[in-house]
């Protein structure tokens, strides 16, 4: 089993920035890609970025130039820079992270709450 602890959410006014971590622990082996996701209030949870084993990253078109997916394989952890942010930008994110076994393995945080204020 892998945990994951998410941290770094809060209330920021529009234009603001905030850094979102998320930690691995456990059953640490293989883990392949780690990624964001969000999920505001009425609305289906959503892809925000990922980044891959090999570092390169990806992000949906909401988060593209504002955005910056990193991670730190000796700290089984990644990260998410948010910039310019908006207040669509609100919802809880969550971190979700796949581990490269056979099936593969799936794991997502508790999630972390991120308010934009306008």
């Known amino acids: 089993q892998v945990q994951l602890v998410e941290s770094g959410g809060g209330l920021v006014q529009a234009g603001g920035s905030l850094r979102l971590s998320c930690t691995a622990s456990?059953?640490?082996?293989?883990?392949?890609?780690m990624g964001w996701y969000r999920q505001a209030p009425g609305r289906q949870r959503e892809w925000v970025a990922s980044?891959?084993?090999?570092?390169?990253?990806y992000y949906a078109d909401s988060g593209k130039g504002r955005f910056t997916i990193s991670r730190d394989n000796a700290k089984n952890t990644v990260y998410l820079q948010m910039s310019s942010l908006k207040p669509e930008d609100t919802a809880v994110y969550y971190c979700?992270?796949?581990?490269?076994?056979?099936?593969?393995?799936?794991?997502w945080g508790q999630g972390t709450q991120v308010t934009v204020s306008s």
């Open positions: 980044v891959s084993s090999g570092g390169t990253s």
């Open positions: 979700r992270v796949i581990q490269d076994t056979r099936p593969k393995r799936d794991y």
């Open positions: 456990g059953s640490i082996f293989s883990i392949d890609t």
